[in-house]
């Protein structure tokens, strides 16, 4: 038995994640564009169907995408000889995400290293960023391991 959604329970809902997303430091309408996509259940809309939802305008939804896109948390696609583009999240978003942040934070890393040179390993200026490369360093030499670990269960459920 398929069970009928109650669409004012998820616009609330919608609004909820939006608002927890944003104090994570995600963009408002970003957040809101990303949670609408995540009720959706297949997981893709156009800007347009976006905006409606929202009940925001095309612009608003327009930088938004934008910016989910370039921090890899949408993917855009366009059907063969559709006009328009659809966003969708995918189901293992999280994941992917993370193995394309590792790139990131071994550069984060790198350059934290060049901050300790830059202001000597025994100032305090140093040690905080010693703290931060060596962070860092060990995220990054833990996350093949936590992913690992991941698709393991996920392919066990």
Request: net charge neutral; charged share 35%; hydrophobic share 45%.
């Amino acid at each position: 038995m398929v069970r009928m959604r109650d669409e004012e329970r998820v616009r609330r809902y919608v609004e909820r994640l939006a608002l927890v997303l944003t104090q994570l430091g995600i963009q408002r309408m970003a957040a809101r564009v990303f949670a609408a996509l995540v009720v959706t259940d297949d997981s893709r809309l156009t800007a347009g169907e976006i905006a409606e939802k929202l009940q925001v305008s095309a612009a608003a939804v327009s930088g938004a995408v934008r910016y989910l896109e370039q921090v890899g948390m949408i993917e855009r696609e366009r059907e063969p000889g559709a006009r328009r583009d659809h966003y969708r999240v995918s189901d293992d978003m999280w994941f992917a995400s993370l193995r394309k942040r590792d790139r990131l934070m071994e550069m984060w890393r790198d350059t934290a290293e060049e901050g300790v040179e830059a202001v000597g390993a025994d100032t305090p200026a140093g040690k905080r960023l010693a703290e931060m490369r060596d962070f860092l360093a060990f995220i990054i030499k833990q996350l093949p391991t936590l992913l690992e670990r991941w698709e393991q269960e996920r392919a066990a459920r």
